[in-house]
T-cell receptor, first 113, second 113 residues
Framework: ETGVTQSPTHLIKTRGQQVTLRCSSQSGHNTVSWYQQALGQGPQFIFQYYREEENGRGNFPPRFSGLQFPNYSSELNVNALELDDSALYLC????????????FGQGTRLTVV | SQQGEEDPQALSIQEGENATMNCSYKTSINNLQWYRQNSGRGLVHLILIRSNEREKHSGRLRVTLDTSKKSSSLLITASRAADTASYFCATDVGPYNNNDMRFGAGTRLTVKP
């Protein structure tokens, strides 16, 4: 069991709506990354947050945005939901120290109908 | 974009047998991490191997890394039914620790009792 928790575990939204997913990082970690995992695929990097600032982004449009709070927890916001946004959203917690592990939460399963 | 590619895509063995999974990647890496995922849930961290290491062990797991061939392998010895899961390799390619980890599509391992 990692100390990384995500909420909610499941979510159903309608196309065009907005959604907020939450992640609390493991104790001692100051970096949170978000990944999208479509069915049957590996996770794809969305972005990383460090010291409350976005610190790298993958190939995702601006309607995917995030926040990191002073306690290092993080939110992922997705606006104008599309059917293709249906996926498992994973957050990963790590430190800035090179070659140390990234630990993942259990994920949020988002279904867009 | 994905950079890792696991091989085979699926593997079915009997309990007690060894399972070997391979991972190939395209660019220089800081490190490579292996993860397990059960039934679309979160990723469980298995092992991290640094780019200057060639082999690493953890319990029944043995990981090798060949940076000249840009490949890694994960060996699970004396497999158990509980090892049934998808296994992913993730290469750390970003400018910071665990920034922009690249995953393949995974190897689906089935261990029959």
């Amino acid at each position: 069991e990692t100390g990384v928790t995500q909420s909610p575990t499941h979510l159903i939204k309608t196309r065009g709506q907005q959604v907020t997913l939450r992640c609390s990082s493991q104790s001692g970690h100051n970096t949170v990354s978000w990944y999208q995992q479509a069915l049957g695929q590996g996770p794809q990097f969305i972005f990383q947050y460090y010291r409350e600032e976005e610190n790298g982004r993958g190939n995702f449009p601006p309607r995917f945005s995030g926040l990191q709070f002073p306690n290092y927890s993080s939110e992922l916001n997705v606006n104008a939901l599309e059917l293709d946004d249906s996926a498992l959203y994973l957050c990963a917690s790590s430190s800035r120290v090179w070659n140390t592990e990234a630990f993942f939460g259990q994920g949020t399963r988002l279904t867009v109908v | 974009s994905q950079q890792g590619e696991e091989d085979p895509q699926a593997l079915s063995i009997q309990e007690g047998e060894n399972a070997t999974m391979n991972c190939s990647y395209k660019t220089s890496i800081n490190n490579l991490q292996w993860y397990r995922q059960n039934s679309g849930r979160g990723l469980v961290h298995l092992i991290l191997i640094r780019s200057n290491e060639r082999e690493k062990h953890s319990g029944r797991l043995r990981v090798t890394l060949d940076t000249s061939k840009k490949s890694s392998s994960l060996l699970i010895t004396a497999s158990r039914a509980a090892d049934t899961a998808s296994y992913f390799c993730a290469t750390d390619v970003g400018p910071y620790n665990n920034n922009d980890m690249r995953f393949g599509a995974g190897t689906r391992l089935t261990v029959k009792p």
